[in-house]
């Protein structure tokens, strides 16, 4: 049972490949295949594969310039997010500052022109920057082509290189943007041409221009869900795209700009179509049940995809049928298929997806597994961590809380004001739920996450202690105050919009949703595991909340690891879910078998 569930981990995975837009032969992809994820090049035609990057703590960000000939990736310090662009040729050799003279920064976007013309999204306690600059140490030193006090992040750049693209928050409102297109001038400098903003709590997605001229895919929410639009920034004209389909619509170009590749998410599944622009045909592509995690068309229109369910593992297809890649090495072992559950709930129906093991009965001891985000969602994907819990008996509940995505947006943003709370009133509305059905045993039940996940673990069992037997927190907020202070600017922007200020300017607000104002009520045993680097989740406001539970004798466990907001090393996720299983074991009355991993 042991072996099966690192299997998982351990069985090599990659990301869907891109390939550069001019020479379509040269491929990029993440892979875990050396044990931890790196960057990959694939050369099509021969089949040439090499690892591009081997650092200590993985890298996770790489792009092709449109030519094909330079790699370009993202260099921080031990999973802190926090760097430089590099580049490295294609067909290999040594790594060099992409753009020399631009200090390190947060990551906000990169567009790379097929002339070396390069823009540089940067997020820094001043606020988001654009920076343009030719690339190479005998470049043009990078000047700035957009700033502001508030964030934003870098979106494309036009391929006549004259236009680029931005999604922005002058108004105030991180959580829901405004997009801005400029055009690039001849002095170095930028000029803004057209603003596309929907009013407030209306948030605008900027995706890519069109590969032949200057319109630009959006995506809006305009009646409530996401949907794209297609805006000429210089005639002003939108074209949205209205289709009959159910759950939230995101798209992305076709090479000859006459159509979109549409991917609908609804209900934690995913599907693809083809929608024809001249004629408004919307022809369904075969996609078997699951999660399309990624998705792109070749220059010969096949869809390559990313796809798994929660029984399968990942793999990589083309809507032909056919198998695009396969990382070296064996499968990893299938699991469980998941049920569906609808519980009613404070604000309207919970969609909950339920994993239960292949041998026992019910009432199970049950571990629900909190998402992170909180605008993200659980799907019917795979995933070794609920398979690992699986394999150990558990039941498995996911809940797509208030303020997950994929259900609307009045779903999603049902949480600003009473962060926190809103998400734990789902989660114990469907807790009540698998205790009354008699799926869950109400005296071995774990709440855990990563993340916002885990914070939600630390304010769940503070706000309902009788509710939970052990909890389970991976970088987590701990204490709201002290998060804020650390945590990097971007997050900060994006915690004023939930809350609707500063912790100077709503005090109360951040009290009320921080989990070290219910230490004192914690009576479940817990569990907490931290990264040193973390910039999400920083460590200082985590130490503050364990030191307030060694005040209190609270019964605790801490896990410390050398990296930032969790592991891109293979072995030391095995050691994190090693951690997470001993713990939850111990915690519901089931003994450890073999010798727990080593604690700090």
């Not at 210089?234 to 759950?247: M, N, R």
Request: net charge negative; hydrophobic share 40%; glycine share 12%.
């Amino acid at each position: 049972m042991g072996e099966r569930w690192q299997d998982r981990f351990r069985a090599a995975r990659m990301s869907l490949p891109s390939w550069a837009r001019d020479a379509p032969d040269h491929s990029l992809f993440r892979s875990n295949a050396s044990g931890t994820w790196e960057i990959y090049a694939w050369e099509r035609a021969s089949g040439e594969q090499r690892q591009v990057t081997k650092r200590h703590q993985g890298t996770m960000s790489g792009t092709l310039d449109p030519t094909g000939a330079w790699i370009w990736w993202f260099d921080d310090t031990d999973g802190d997010e926090f760097g430089v662009w590099r580049r490295q040729p294609f067909a290999g050799g040594d790594d060099e500052e992409a753009v020399p003279g631009l200090p390190p920064s947060y990551a906000g976007g990169l567009a790379l022109g097929a002339s070396g013309r390069s823009l540089v999204g940067r997020s820094t306690d001043d606020g988001f920057s654009v920076h343009a600059a030719t690339a190479g140490p005998g470049g043009s030193a990078p000047a700035v082509v957009y700033r502001h006090r508030q964030e934003g992040w870098l979106a494309d750049l036009s391929r006549d290189e004259t236009l680029f693209a931005i999604a922005h928050s002058e108004h105030g409102d991180s959580r829901h943007m405004a997009v801005r297109v400029l055009r690039l001038d001849p002095d170095g400098g930028a000029t803004g041409i057209a603003d596309l903003w929907d009013g407030p709590k209306l948030g605008l997605t900027p995706v890519a221009f069109a590969p032949h001229d200057h319109r630009l895919l959006v995506l809006h929410e305009r009646r409530g869900r996401t949907e794209p639009l297609i805006w000429d920034p210089a005639t002003g004209t939108e074209q949205e795209i209205a289709l009959d389909l159910p759950g939230e619509l995101s798209a992305g170009w076709y090479p000859d700009g006459d159509a979109l590749l549409v991917s609908q998410d609804h209900q934690a599944r995913s599907q693809l179509y083809r929608y024809d622009l001249a004629t408004g045909g919307l022809v369904s592509l075969d996609v078997p049940p699951g999660l399309v995690s990624a998705a792109a068309a070749r220059p010969d229109g096949a869809v390559e995809y990313s796809w798994s369910s929660s029984a399968r593992p990942p793999v990589i297809r083309d809507t032909t049928g056919a198998v695009v890649a396969t990382p070296p090495g064996a499968i990893a072992p299938g699991s469980v298929p998941v049920t569906d559950a609808a519980v009613t709930g404070p604000g309207g129906d919970i969609h909950a997806l339920i994993s239960t093991p292949e041998h026992g009965t019910a009432p199970y001891p049950a571990v629900f597994v909190v998402h992170g985000g909180p605008q993200a969602q659980d799907f019917d994907s795979f995933a070794p961590d609920v398979a690992a819990w699986v394999d150990h008996g558990f039941a498995v509940v996911r809940v797509n809380y208030r303020g997950s995505t994929g259900y609307g947006s009045a779903w999603r943003d049902a949480l600003e004001g009473r962060v926190g709370l809103t998400e734990l009133e789902d989660i114990k509305a469907v807790r009540d739920w698998a205790v009354r059905t008699g799926l869950a045993d109400p005296d071995r039940l774990v709440l855990e996450g990563g993340s916002w996940g885990g914070y939600l673990t630390l304010l769940g069992i503070g706000l309902y202690p009788d509710d939970w037997t052990a909890g389970i927190a991976a970088v987590p907020v701990a204490d709201y105050v002290a998060a804020y202070e650390d945590e990097m600017e971007a997050l900060r922007a994006f915690d004023r919009s939930l809350f609707g200020g500063s912790p100077e300017e709503v005090p109360d607000l951040y009290r009320r949703s921080s989990p070290i104002s219910y230490v004192d009520q914690v009576s479940a045993p817990v569990l907490v595991l931290a990264g040193e680097n973390d910039p999400r989740c920083p460590i200082r406001q985590i130490d503050n909340y364990v030191a307030r539970l060694a005040e209190l004798g609270k019964p605790h466990e801490v896990y410390r690891f050398d990296a930032g907001h969790g592991s891109f090393v293979v072995e030391e996720r095995i050691r994190h879910m090693a951690a997470e299983l001993d713990f939850a074991l111990r915690s519901t009355g089931v003994q450890v078998k073999g010798s727990p991993p080593e604690r700090t």
